[in-house]
């Protein structure tokens, strides 16, 4: 036997590691105790259970500490390195993704390289070797990059056992604008009995720009089930179809409640088309939140100046600035067009057995009577009486401005009819110059002398 104190390092698999006559020795703040003198018993002394637990506690508590720890800087330099963007940061973001040992750690990396819409073979090789949480992230990274070298990992993934990696895929699927893509998402996505399913697929089939599509796109906003719908309008927000834009704001006819869903999705219409939707929507809604979001959005393209809203039942537009012009297109109650010019002349014309006076406005308005081939913008002129100027000004100024302008008429050249069922309320305005007419009984000698001196009279 050694002489002198030996430090006895304790092991619950074998108590006879320990030596029967070694006085108290201290290891990690525990005790361990020493066997009876006179005795002989050979039984090896064992811990107390509590001091045990302690051991155990104190430890795990140093572990998480320094987990926690550990991870709070890794997210600081992941924080960093997505801030800066550029090819270096984005090889120490994807030297995270692979190298890191905490997967919470890992799937941050993996959500960077998807904002960053980079890292596509380092995302590859996350979804290869690694589970749960980072693929799942490395999914939808990947989904947002929508390249077609990921369709063979969308492919797979539309049959994972994970819900949101299926939901990333059909998402993905229609993001690389393949033809087998579509082919699976029409096969396979809008049969699901996953209403999340479906909803994923319809957004991905929107990025296709299908004509046919359309009808798809109807149907399902026909569905009584809410996340069938919001599936449907934001593939119409990925649609380039001219046709996707009057649904969506069929959308919001019928459904008030969806309101978020179709300002997000005609947020993604850049062009002329989608800010007179927008500007519509503005004029409909009442929710002053939802108003803020277009204004903002509004703000976002610098769509400053001067439009025109429809305030009669019918308005046509025509090819030149006058009554007996061709026309161009028919604009109905509540559409929205973009003011281009104004006549410097002042015309009359016969509204509602009265002779007002006003000027000509030339628009920019969505044509109604073509098909999908042909312009979806279209320019004419209409009668000032007939619409509403609004004003959209930069910040600082008013933002959102009325002008008096129009009064609700039949017509001013006997073609136009009433049609009901606008989900906009019919607004009753002064026409800008108004001609009193004559007493009762002089009226009808003097009104056959108006029509011949006045070329614009009808």
Do not use: C, H
């Given at each position: 036997m050694k002489n002198g104190p030996e430090e006895v390092l304790y092991s619950e698999d074998d108590d006879d590691d320990v030596d029967e006559t070694s006085p108290k020795t201290s290891?990690?703040?525990?005790?361990?105790?020493?066997?009876?003198?006179?005795?002989?018993?050979?039984?090896?002394?064992?811990?107390?259970?509590d001091s045990v637990g302690d051991w155990k506690n104190s430890n795990e508590e140093i572990d998480t500490?320094?987990?926690?720890?550990?991870?709070?800087?890794?997210?600081?330099?992941?924080?960093?390195?997505?801030?800066?963007?550029?090819?270096?940061?984005?090889?120490?973001?994807?030297?995270?993704?692979?190298k890191h040992k905490y997967p919470e750690v890992r799937a941050e990396a993996a959500r960077s390289l998807g904002r960053l819409k980079s890292g596509l073979k380092y995302l590859h090789k996350a979804i290869e070797n690694d589970a749960y949480e980072v693929k799942q992230q490395a999914y939808r990274a990947?989904?947002?990059?929508?390249?077609?070298?990921?369709?063979k990992y969308f492919r797979a993934g539309i049959n994972s056992s994970d819900?949101?990696?299926?939901?990333?895929?059909?998402?993905?699927?229609?993001?690389?604008?393949t033809s087998q893509?579509?082919?699976?998402?029409?096969?396979?996505?809008?049969?699901?009995?996953?209403?999340?399913?479906?909803?994923?697929?319809?957004?991905?089939?929107?990025?296709?720009?299908?004509?046919?599509?359309?009808?798809?796109?109807?149907?399902?906003?026909?569905s009584d089930v809410i996340a069938l719908r919001s599936g449907a309008i934001a593939g119409l927000g990925n649609s380039k179809q001219n046709g996707s834009v009057d649904l969506l704001l069929t959308a919001y006819e019928n459904n008030p409640d969806l309101a978020p869903e179709v300002i997000i999705a005609l947020n993604q219409k850049t062009n002329l088309a989608g800010t007179l939707a927008l500007i519509k929507l503005l004029h409909a809604i009442k929710n002053e939140?939802?108003?803020?979001?277009?204004?903002?959005?509004?703000?976002?393209?610098?769509?400053?100046?001067?439009?025109?809203?429809?305030?009669?039942?019918?308005?046509?537009?025509?090819?030149?600035p006058r009554p007996n012009s061709k026309k161009v297109t028919i604009l109905r109650m509540g559409d929205v067009a973009k003011v281009k010019n104004i006549t410097s002349k002042y015309f009359k014309a016969k509204m509602n057995n009265q002779i007002v006076e006003d000027r000509y406005f030339q628009l920019l308005a969505v044509n109604r009577d073509t098909n999908q081939s042909k312009r979806s913008i279209v320019q004419g002129w209409v009668f000032g009486p007939k619409i509403e100027v609004i004003s959209l000004n930069n910040p600082g100024k008013e933002y959102y401005?009325?002008?008096?302008?129009?009064?609700?008429?039949?017509?001013?050249?006997?073609?136009?009819?009433?049609?009901?069922?606008?989900?906009?309320?019919?607004?009753?305005?002064?026409?800008?110059?108004?001609i009193e007419t004559k007493s009762d009984k002089v009226e009808k000698v003097e009104e056959k002398n108006q029509e011949l001196n006045d070329l614009e009279d009808e």
């Open positions: 290891l990690n703040n525990v005790t361990v105790p020493t066997a009876p003198k006179s005795s002989k018993e050979t039984n090896a002394p064992k811990l107390p259970s500490e320094a987990k926690r720890i550990e991870i709070e800087s890794s997210l600081k330099k992941l924080r960093e390195y997505s801030a800066r963007g550029n090819s270096s940061s984005i090889k120490q973001i994807s030297r995270i993704l692979l990947i989904e947002g990059i929508g390249s077609r070298k990921s369709l819900e949101d990696i299926r939901i990333s895929s059909f998402k993905g699927l229609g993001k690389s604008k893509g579509r082919d699976l998402i029409l096969r396979y996505g809008l049969y699901s009995d996953n209403s999340k399913i479906i909803s994923a697929a319809l957004e991905g089939l929107g990025n296709y720009s299908r004509s046919e599509d359309l009808d798809v796109f109807r149907k399902f906003l026909q939140n939802y108003q803020n979001l277009i204004k903002k959005e509004l703000y976002r393209r610098k769509a400053f100046g001067q439009y025109a809203i429809v305030s009669n039942q019918l308005a046509s537009m025509r090819y030149s401005q009325k002008k008096g302008k129009g009064e609700n008429s039949e017509d001013e050249d006997s073609e136009d009819e009433i049609i009901p069922g606008d989900i906009f309320t019919k607004q009753q305005k002064q026409p800008a110059i108004k």
